[in-house]
């Protein structure tokens, strides 16, 4: 059976030189759904995981578009709208854009929030055929009236149900308000709970619908282990863990800002090379935590869930859940910072009482129990009890912590 070419699927020779550059000729399943009814003009929802090839599959067919209306740039204003819920996956969108439209003359603005707003208000002076930007920050500008939306005929909302996480709601829908009726639309989104579904359905209008499978449902990569210890005792077993050379390259997730900022501090003042990413550390202090994680300056990265989707760093070794997240799904998205680019990765949980019926919803939406390290847990409460929910977890094995084999429970979800 022949593959699919990007070629083949009706995309103009500028694109194709610059896909070309990059070695990029077959699409990503996302990307050979999404493209064809985005270049015919209809709305799109589009249900994939993180690192699927998602961006392409929506900034080629908006390029396409803009650069066939050869319009330039009114001041203030953009005729394109991307919304992103992190500042990092902003900046990742923004070099996926630039790098696509190397060959076209369009102009792109990034708008976050932690970065210069004067050098933002700068740019959008000159106008922008696509504003990338946070939903914060846009309306601070809509608000000045620095940015006007009144031209934009393609929108993109990505990372839909993270956006809803991060109490972004309010916000996309004052930006929705303000956008022309007449436009396309593409919402992008991980997973589909019920609050998706129903901003979807306020948002779009007869959508095409591309749902692309989980990989990790196939090929399994991450081995995970849960031990069960009280609050106090977390801090003195991660210390312990680090001691172990295997833990290369690791991230901590704290469920508070504050947590992060005192398991950092801790780690630090016993000697190891750490920085804390999280809401309330600025652009500059972000970018440096993970250039440095990057490059190896700096082995743990402690964070919040907002570094759980967007951050595409190869070569983590382990993902350590210091808390349970509060939203069973963004486990996925944690231990799919690691096993990137075909690796192996371990995930380990830590999992105080309080929080053994997160555990339980986690064990449900994975479809199986996450391998007990220690000690085996004393029975549960009927307060640590939920109802069940749909699920046939299998039996947990109890065996001593190992970094190599045991139980695979899922592939990096990004």
Same mark, same amino acid.
């Given at each position: 059976?022949?593959?699919?070419?990007?070629?083949?699927?009706?995309?103009?020779?500028? $694109?194709? !030189?610059?896909?070309?550059?990059?070695?990029?000729?077959?699409?990503?399943?996302?990307?050979?759904?999404?493209?064809?009814?985005?270049? =015919?003009?209809?709305?799109?929802?589009?249900?994939?995981?993180?690192?699927?090839?998602?961006?392409?599959?929506?900034?080629?067919?908006?390029?396409?578009?803009?650069?066939?209306?050869?319009?330039?740039?009114?001041?203030?204003?953009?005729?394109?709208?991307?919304?992103?819920?992190?500042?990092?996956?902003?900046?990742?969108?923004?070099?996926?854009?630039?790098?696509?439209?190397?060959?076209?003359?369009?102009?792109?603005?990034?708008?976050?929030?932690? =970065?210069?707003?004067?050098?933002?208000?700068?740019?959008?002076?000159?106008?922008?055929?696509?504003?990338?930007?946070?939903?914060?920050?846009?309306?601070? $500008?809509?608000?000045?009236?620095?940015?006007?939306?009144?031209?934009?005929?393609?929108?993109?909302?990505?990372?839909?149900?993270?956006?809803?996480?991060?109490?972004?709601?309010?916000?996309?829908?004052?930006?929705?308000?303000?956008?022309?009726?007449?436009?396309?639309?593409?919402?992008?989104?991980?997973?589909?709970?019920?609050?998706?579904?129903?901003?979807?359905?306020?948002?779009?209008?007869?959508?095409?619908?591309?749902?692309?499978?989980?990989?990790?449902?196939?090929?399994?990569?991450?081995?995970?282990?849960?031990?069960?210890?009280?609050?106090?005792?977390?801090?003195?077993?991660?210390?312990?863990?680090?001691?172990?050379?295997?833990?290369?390259?690791?991230?901590?997730?704290?469920?508070?800002?504050?947590?992060?900022?005192?398991?950092?501090?801790?780690?630090?003042?016993?000697?190891?090379?750490?920085?804390?990413?999280?809401?309330?550390?600025?652009?500059?202090?972000?970018?440096?935590?993970?250039?440095?994680?990057?490059?190896?300056?700096?082995?743990?990265?402690?964070?919040?869930?907002? =570094? =759980?989707?967007?951050?595409?760093?190869?070569?983590?070794?382990?993902?350590?859940?210091?808390?349970?997240?509060?939203?069973?799904?963004?486990?996925?998205?944690?231990?799919?910072?690691?096993?990137?680019?075909?690796?192996?990765?371990?995930?380990?949980?830590?999992?105080?009482?309080?929080?053994?019926?997160?555990?339980?919803?986690?064990? !449900?939406?994975?479809?199986?129990?996450?391998?007990?390290?220690?000690?085996?847990?004393?029975?549960?409460?009927?307060?640590?009890?939920?109802?069940?929910?749909?699920?046939?977890?299998?039996?947990?094995?109890?065996?001593?912590?190992?970094?190599?084999?045991?139980?695979?429970?899922?592939?990096?979800?990004?």
């Amino acid at each position: 059976m022949t593959e699919l070419s990007f070629a083949a699927i009706g995309l103009a020779e500028p $694109l194709l !030189r610059a896909l070309e550059a990059r070695k990029f000729v077959t699409p990503t399943p996302i990307q050979a759904d999404s493209i064809p009814p985005l270049l =015919a003009g209809h709305d799109l929802l589009g249900i994939a995981q993180t690192g699927s090839g998602k961006t392409a599959a929506f900034s080629l067919p908006m390029l396409q578009h803009l650069g066939s209306q050869q319009a330039r740039p009114v001041p203030f204003s953009t005729r394109a709208l991307i919304l992103a819920p992190t500042r990092e996956l902003a900046l990742q969108i923004d070099e996926t854009v630039r790098f696509l439209s190397t060959n076209m003359r369009l102009r792109t603005v990034v708008i976050i929030g932690g =970065a210069s707003r004067f050098k933002q208000v700068e740019a959008m002076r000159r106008g922008a055929d696509i504003v990338i930007g946070t939903p914060g920050r846009v309306c601070d $500008l809509m608000n000045t009236r620095e940015l006007n939306l009144a031209s934009v005929s393609r929108f993109v909302l990505d990372e839909a149900d993270r956006m809803l996480d991060l109490g972004f709601i309010k916000d996309i829908r004052r930006i929705v308000t303000a956008l022309p009726s007449q436009r396309q639309n593409c919402l992008f989104s991980a997973t589909m709970p019920k609050e998706v579904a129903s901003l979807a359905a306020t948002l779009l209008h007869n959508p095409v619908r591309v749902e692309i499978a989980r990989q990790e449902e196939t090929a399994p990569k991450i081995d995970q282990y849960v031990h069960h210890l009280p609050q106090s005792g977390k801090l003195s077993l991660l210390m312990e863990m680090l001691n172990d050379p295997a833990l290369s390259r690791v991230i901590v997730f704290t469920r508070t800002k504050h947590g992060a900022n005192k398991v950092a501090g801790a780690l630090e003042n016993v000697g190891h090379q750490v920085n804390a990413i999280h809401g309330n550390k600025s652009q500059p202090q972000r970018e440096k935590a993970l250039r440095d994680f990057r490059t190896g300056r700096a082995r743990v990265l402690v964070a919040t869930d907002i =570094a =759980a989707r967007g951050i595409d760093v190869t070569g983590i070794s382990h993902v350590i859940n210091f808390d349970l997240p509060a939203e069973p799904e963004s486990y996925v998205h944690r231990i799919g910072r690691t096993a990137r680019a075909g690796a192996a990765g371990v995930a380990i949980s830590f999992c105080d009482p309080e929080e053994r019926s997160t555990l339980r919803v986690i064990e !449900r939406l994975l479809g199986t129990q996450i391998t007990i390290v220690g000690e085996a847990p004393p029975p549960m409460t009927a307060q640590q009890k939920q109802p069940k929910r749909p699920g046939a977890p299998g039996q947990a094995r109890r065996k001593r912590f190992q970094s190599g084999g045991g139980n695979r429970g899922m592939r990096s979800a990004a």
